[in-house]
């Protein structure tokens, strides 16, 4: 098979580096040209829109910011809606509508093609070692077909029929935004009630407090870099297309109210730009405390693919 990848963003340039590792020939497109380069010095060659993409690979794989990139990426005017897609996959790993890429794999099969919905979880890190997991949904034959290319990027977990992958995404993030902001209001509490915060860590760790966020992201904010590998826009983005799913389905959402509101204050003073933990430095400035840590905490985005 040969492969396509479109989107070469912080985690895309990751994942479409260990599909190359794994050995398929490729051809990548970003809308900034110079993020191809480090691909192409794995070998693989430019395509210079969408539609080109499409017209040369078997399977094209997207992960673009949200649903406007996405549905630009199909319906411009070099997308891939404009070329024959008979025979050929698509695997989105994209952050977005459950509705909006139901409408889009329809369209895409009136093309010929077949589509998959893969949006990840975890963070950058998982991207480079390749051991990110994929909320996969679709067909399970065509989900046979392309599990060699999901397989190099990481685990391949199945979530049903197509656009199922979009929904666990999004109420991963939802859980995931709600425990970040827990965070700091529970450090800031125990640090003030005079418990050490790097022992606070280290006890909740395994216990029923226990989250990826927890052991994973606490140490981002004893580095106080507050992890800028995942901004606080795209926190938002997520946030609204979690409101908007649950809005649509008619279930309350105090909880993701409050956490989103958090998160807008976060971007408010810090910037938009500023990672996703500095929703907890809202929570420390405001009690005039700081919970740095002294130590060796390994930056997300600086450790190195498992292979």
Same mark, same amino acid.
């Given at each position: 098979?040969?492969?396509?990848?479109?989107?070469?963003?912080?985690?895309?340039?990751?994942? %479409?580096?260990?599909?190359?590792?794994?050995? *398929?020939?490729?051809?990548? $497109?970003?809308?900034?040209?110079? %993020?191809?380069?480090? @691909?192409?010095?794995?070998?693989?060659?430019? #395509?210079?829109?969408?539609?080109?993409?499409?017209? @040369?690979?078997?399977?094209?794989?997207?992960?673009?910011?949200?649903?406007?990139?996405?549905?630009?990426?199909?319906?411009?005017?070099?997308? *891939?809606?404009?070329?024959?897609?008979? #025979?050929?996959?698509w695997i989105?790993?994209?952050?977005?509508?459950?509705?909006?890429?139901?409408?889009?794999?329809?369209? *895409?099969? %009136?093309?010929?093609? =077949?589509?998959?919905?893969?949006?990840?979880?975890?963070?950058?890190?998982?991207?480079?070692?390749? /051991?990110?997991?994929?909320?996969?949904?679709?067909? !399970?034959?065509?989900?046979?077909?392309?599990?060699?290319?999901?397989?190099?990027?990481?685990?391949?977990?199945?979530?049903?029929?197509?656009?199922?992958? $979009?929904v666990a995404?999004?109420?991963?993030?939802?859980?995931?935004?709600?425990? %970040?902001?827990?965070? #700091?209001?529970?450090?800031?509490?125990?640090?003030?009630?005079?418990? /050490?915060? &790097?022992?606070?860590?280290?006890?909740?760790?395994?216990?029923?407090?226990?989250?990826?966020?927890?052991?994973? !992201?606490?140490?981002? +904010? *004893?580095? #106080?870099?507050?992890?800028?590998?995942?901004?606080?826009?795209?926190?938002?983005?997520?946030?609204? &297309?979690?409101?908007? @799913?649950?809005?649509?389905?008619?279930?309350?959402?105090?909880?993701? /109210?409050?956490?989103?509101?958090?998160?807008?204050? =976060?971007?408010?003073? $810090?910037?938009?730009?500023a990672g996703?933990?500095?929703?907890?430095?809202? +929570?420390?400035?405001? =009690?005039?405390? !700081?919970?740095?840590?002294?130590?060796?905490?390994?930056?997300?985005?600086?450790?190195?693919?498992?292979?």
């Amino acid at each position: 098979m040969k492969i396509g990848f479109i989107g070469l963003g912080m985690m895309g340039k990751n994942a %479409a580096a260990n599909i190359r590792r794994a050995g *398929f020939d490729m051809v990548v $497109y970003d809308i900034r040209p110079d %993020a191809t380069g480090p @691909l192409l010095a794995m070998g693989a060659k430019r #395509g210079i829109s969408p539609a080109d993409v499409m017209a @040369l690979c078997d399977v094209v794989v997207t992960m673009v910011y949200g649903p406007k990139e996405i549905a630009e990426v199909l319906r411009g005017p070099q997308g *891939f809606l404009t070329v024959d897609c008979t #025979g050929k996959i698509w695997i989105d790993m994209t952050t977005s509508s459950p509705v909006l890429m139901r409408e889009l794999a329809a369209e *895409f099969a %009136a093309r010929g093609g =077949a589509a998959v919905d893969a949006p990840v979880t975890g963070s950058v890190d998982a991207a480079i070692r390749g /051991d990110m997991p994929m909320f996969v949904g679709g067909d !399970d034959a065509v989900i046979e077909q392309i599990r060699p290319v999901i397989e190099s990027m990481g685990e391949l977990r199945k979530v049903g029929g197509y656009g199922n992958g $979009y929904v666990a995404k999004l109420v991963n993030n939802q859980l995931w935004k709600i425990h %970040a902001a827990a965070i #700091g209001e529970a450090m800031v509490t125990a640090k003030l009630a005079g418990l /050490d915060p &790097l022992v606070w860590w280290q006890v909740m760790k395994g216990g029923a407090a226990d989250s990826f966020v927890l052991s994973h !992201d606490v140490p981002s +904010i *004893f580095a #106080g870099h507050y992890d800028p590998s995942f901004p606080i826009a795209l926190c938002l983005k997520d946030l609204g &297309l979690i409101k908007e @799913l649950m809005d649509s389905v008619g279930t309350t959402s105090t909880l993701t /109210d409050a956490t989103h509101d958090r998160f807008r204050e =976060a971007g408010r003073r $810090y910037g938009t730009g500023a990672g996703e933990m500095t929703v907890c430095k809202v +929570i420390e400035d405001d =009690a005039g405390i !700081d919970l740095r840590v002294a130590g060796d905490w390994v930056k997300p985005w600086e450790v190195t693919h498992n292979g």
